[in-house]
């Protein structure tokens, strides 16, 4: 007895050390974590996925801001500069005799007083050797930047008009971090556009082909039976072609000879909107195929009979009950369908079928460069890392989501 | 078994069919007009000779009966003319076809021989080093543009070095005394779109054996093959490996379509005369027939793989029950 009594004494785990939480830890333990928060914290863990976040809303934001980057940087995405093309990265180029000529002659018509005391005073200064006063302003206009800076500075007129001045002799040199492309056109601000178009093209035919998706997968998974059998016919049909082929045949298509096309899309962003449709069209199927797969599961579990019960309608069960249920893997496929549209966009445009110039876009601005490879690789290197890291940033997201998601698949 | 296989080819044979309906048809809605490009070098046509070439041409007919008569050519062998080229059509195919072939199976093999080494490497190693590079090299070969690589290539090796060609098939104007050297000349100008063309397979290939591999790995049998003292490589090779190779053989016979429709792109970019660049070269050229035909050899050819992959995987797996 003595021994057993023993036994059963050292059983006895030592108390544990008193510890202390207060009320509100314990409320917080004891709280039900909801599932956008477990899939937030098991996403952070992902290293690689965080940084692709990070990455892809420093483009997006760039992306938006695009006319507020013009006007700080000071550069016009669309001036032409026929003297100065492909410019290496870093060069400073003086202005054409035209873009300066125009600025005098806004500034003239602004302040018709301030100008004609200006002229005066460049002439009196003998800056410049104009046969006429009107002409002054405009001689000065040839000037390099800082020499026209410092004409400035020794006028004898008052600030207001110094800094005007100063203002429009900004405008003589212009500063090309990344160079100039093949019609002399800033790299940087090319870039920043064809962000918009790329990154753009890509979220909205990801999107739209999602909605494809999650339609025609909803209507085959509930309803099953031959309507199944014909959509996942047709599905699989268009799985099985060879993608790049198939879009460039449908790219090449002259959407003017299709009657009820030309009604609905107006001039200007055609090219992008005929390109989002025709990626959209080949890129619903993955997710079709997805969504019929859960709904399929979903049919078959007791909260769907008991809705059935209720007397919800079809409708109703699908959108209410089902795709809350479909939306996280939905969520995985739309990311990584971003990556792949936008490289796709970046194929056909490459190819001289997508997005059509002068509308910038990390494809179409390849397709530019590769014709001069040798004088300016640089032209060529650029778009394509861009392409390159925002791809890879939606890729590391999706697969950042799959494991957050999914914890059974295998972990790294 | 058969009546899977049955319907699998009839399945197949009703895709092309339709196919080239639907292709007929868009190639109708293709910029230019046939009869416009034929006239356009001839000044003093009259309105009345347009109509009797349209009628000629048989293009005043509705589309359904211009399909059935082109297919019926088709069906004779008769493949038609090439505009561009005045030379039939069938001249051109042969060897496109023969080029586009040794370029995707070489893509094909070489990404093989790079991803499964690598994918097995990691899937021995979870979450070391090793693992990690190559989980973001393969992450890059899925995510870079394929003809951005190319350029890339051609920047260093065909511009900077000067050791590789920019572009072509072979060097034109010469005369090959031995194969070997006929093997060299023309292996020399494979190299750079061989490059191009594997770096998005070698990548999904890498992580696909990595996970499959991982997955043979924590059966039992593993466990067992170890515990009764089997060498390290039988357990890797022999139980492992003969494992993982079954969900990869379908991979890899599914991914011969992409490669097929990736080559179309680099074939463009090196100036590789294969069916690709045909195909891109006849819509942009305006070149209705030979962008038809090699459409429909393309498509044709891919759908023949995904069959194969498809009765292939049941030779594997004889788990595998058709219904």
Known sequence: ????????????????????????????????????????????????????????????????????????????????????????????????????????????????????????????????????????????????????????????????????????????????????????????????????????????????????????????????????????????????????????????????????????????????????????????????????????????????????????????????????????????????????????????????????????????????????????????????????????SFNYVGDGLQDAIDPKTIRR | MLNFILRRIVQTLLVILILSYVCFGLMNLMPGDPVEMMISSNPKITAADVERLRSFYGLDQPMYKRYLSWAGDIVQGELGYSRTYRIPVTEMMGPALGHTFILSVASLVFSLIIAIPLGILCALKPNSKVDYVVNLFSFAGISVPSFWLGIVLIIIFAVNFQILPAGGYQTTGMAYETYWAEFLDKGKYLILPILSLSIQSIGRFSRFTRSSMLEAMRNDFIRTARAKGLTAQVVIWKHGFRNALIPLVTIVALSVSSIFSGALITESLFAYPGVGRLLYTSIMGNDFNVAMISFMISVTMVLLMNLAADLLYGVIDPRVSYK
Not at chain 1, 255 to 273: A, H
Request: net charge neutral; with cysteine; aromatic share 8%.
């Open chain 1, 1 to 392: 007895m003595e021994t057993i009594e023993n036994n059963t004494q050292k059983a006895i785990p030592p108390q544990p050390a008193q510890r202390s939480l207060s009320k509100n830890q314990i409320a917080e333990l004891e709280k039900v974590q909801s599932l956008t928060k477990i899939i937030y914290a098991q996403f952070k863990e992902h290293k690689a996925a965080v940084i692709g976040a990070y990455t892809i809303i420093f483009f997006v934001i760039v992306a938006l801001s695009a006319p507020l980057l013009e006007k700080v940087l000071g550069v016009n995405s669309e001036n032409q500069n026929v003297f100065h093309r492909y410019k290496a990265p870093f060069s400073t180029i003086s202005a054409g005799i035209d873009t300066r000529e125009t600025a005098v002659r806004n500034y003239i018509q602004e302040n018709p007083e301030d100008a004609a005391l200006v002229q005066t005073e460049l002439l009196k200064e003998e800056f410049v050797a104009s046969t006429r006063p009107e002409d002054a302003l405009y001689d000065w206009s040839r000037y390099e930047k800082r020499k026209a800076l410092a004409a400035v500075r020794y006028l004898d007129v008052n600030n207001k008009i110094k800094s005007d001045l100063r203002g429009i002799a900004k405008k003589f040199e212009t500063f090309h971090v990344f160079g100039t492309d093949e019609l002399g056109r800033d790299v940087l601000m090319r870039l920043i556009y064809g962000t918009r178009v790329s990154m753009g093209v890509g979220i909205l035919v990801a999107l739209s082909s999602a909605l494809i998706g999650l339609l025609i997968g909803a209507i085959a998974g509930y309803y099953g039976g031959f309507i199944d059998s014909l959509l996942m016919r047709v599905t699989d049909a268009l799985l099985s072609l060879p993608t790049i082929p198939v879009l460039i045949v449908v790219a090449a298509i002259d959407l003017q000879k299709l009657p009820f096309v030309n009604s609905i899309i107006s001039t200007g962003g055609e090219s992008i909107l005929k390109l989002v449709f025709i990626l959209c069209l080949f890129s619903w199927m993955p997710i079709s195929r997805l969504v019929r797969g859960s709904i399929l599961t979903l049919r078959e579990r007791e909260f769907i009979l008991a809705s059935k019960t209720l007397g919800a309608s079809d409708f109703t069960i699908i959108t209410r009950h089902m795709f809350p249920n479909v939306i996280a893997p939905l969520l995985v496929s739309v990311t990584l369908g971003v990556g792949e549209s936008i490289l796709f966009e970046a194929a056909l445009s490459f190819l001289g079928l997508g997005i059509q110039p002068p509308t910038p876009s990390w494809g179409n601005m390849l397709f530019n460069a590769q014709e001069l490879i040798y004088q300016a690789p640089f032209l060529a290197i650029l778009p394509g890392l861009l392409i390159l890291f925002v791809t890879i």
